[in-house]
């Protein structure tokens, strides 16, 4: 017994040797996987931003969705201007055209800086340590002060109000089986007609997946005039007395125009009248009309011709005829001139 003991007891070092190394091993993959380390060689850049909101170090550099380097340091500028300094690999060059924007990686809150390539301007490699303006960087989108916009309107609502108004509305239903029921079959009367007009709603839904790919294509404009929007209204909230006066001169505006349209009101009937009335002559003569109008630049062209030489008009005697009448009516010409040469030519 003691001689098979002592044969196996080397193998048991040797054991808990290998099971360490492969702990070790793990341990280093978990390491290496979730500290997200890169083996690849990467370029420093600043970006410099006028809000940062929720932008720490460590966060994830993307382009196009994918990760391509890490946020290094979130710094506050002496003007109020936030640099952020990041690393991209160098597989990944940017140039001068090159936009980045702050957005949102997850429904916690992460923050992601995004590169996208710019559509103005000339396009030169960025050079190691280069920084890129506030006019090529989108700040981020704080949804905390978009929110707080509502909050006057979530302080007025009362829960007391909200309790009456459920009270009101189970008594309501209360005793009304009949009522209900036939709601319910209107509603599944118009959900069978909705299902009946498929197609309709096929073609409105394409249409809307249309107008998604075209927001999506101008998402840069779409959050940029989210941003101005948002710094808009920041500037209605810190002046009210300009937009006031504003809303007051703007009354007092329509008070005038009120004003004047009922002083003019009679006379301006009375001329609409009038052209209704003269509208209703042209068209009836429409095509006298026509031919007056198409007649107009001949007589404009032989009108020029008199006042060729200067402004006098010329008269030529081009013609003369003398018609005697006989008392029975007939009539009898004697041409007395007849020139068809030089300016009597037709």
Do not use: W
């Not at 209900?180 to 209107?186: C, D, E, G, I, K």
């Not at 009108?303 to 003398?322: K, P």
């Amino acid at each position: 017994m003691s001689r098979v003991a002592g044969r196996r007891s080397p193998a048991v070092p040797i054991k808990v040797g290998i099971y360490t190394v492969t702990m070790l091993l793990i341990l280093t993959a978990l390491i290496v996987v979730f500290g997200d380390f890169r083996s690849a060689t990467t370029t420093r850049y600043t970006a410099l931003f006028t809000d940062s909101s929720g932008l720490t170090a460590g966060q994830n550099v993307r382009a196009a969705g994918v990760r391509v380097g890490k946020v290094q340091s979130v710094t506050l500028r002496p003007d109020a201007t936030v640099s952020v300094s990041f690393t991209v690999d160098d597989t990944r060059p940017l140039d001068t055209r090159t936009e980045v924007a702050i957005k949102y990686e997850n429904l916690t809150g992460d923050r992601y800086l995004a590169l996208s390539p710019g559509t103005s301007g000339q396009t030169r490699p960025l050079t190691a340590g280069a920084v890129i303006p506030a006019d090529r960087t989108t700040p981020a989108l704080d949804i905390n002060s978009l929110v707080g916009g509502f909050k006057p309107l979530f302080a007025s609502v009362d829960a007391d109000d909200i309790n009456e108004l459920t009270s009101s509305l189970v008594a309501v239903l209360q005793g009304q089986g009949s009522t209900t029921a036939s709601l319910l079959q209107h509603l599944g009367s118009l959900t069978s007609s909705l299902a009946e007009q498929d197609s309709v709603i096929g073609d409105v839904v394409d249409n809307f997946n249309t107008v998604l790919g075209t927001v999506e294509t101008n998402r840069g404009k779409v959050s940029a005039a989210v941003v101005d929007l948002e710094q808009l209204i920041h500037e209605f909230a810190a002046r009210p007395d300009p937009l006031g006066a504003v809303i007051d001169r703007l009354r007092q505006a329509t008070e005038s125009t009120t004003d004047l349209l009922a002083t003019v009101r009679p006379d301006l009937a009375a001329t609409v009248k009038q052209i209704d009335r003269l509208a209703g002559n042209l068209d009836a003569d429409k095509d006298e009309l026509a031919k007056v109008i198409s007649s107009l630049p001949a007589a404009y062209k032989r009108l020029a011709r008199m006042g060729a030489y200067g402004s006098v008009f010329q008269l030529y005697a081009c013609g003369a005829t003398l018609r005697l009448s006989d008392p029975n009516g007939d009539n009898t010409d004697i041409p007395l001139l007849n020139q068809t040469v030089g300016r009597c030519a037709p």
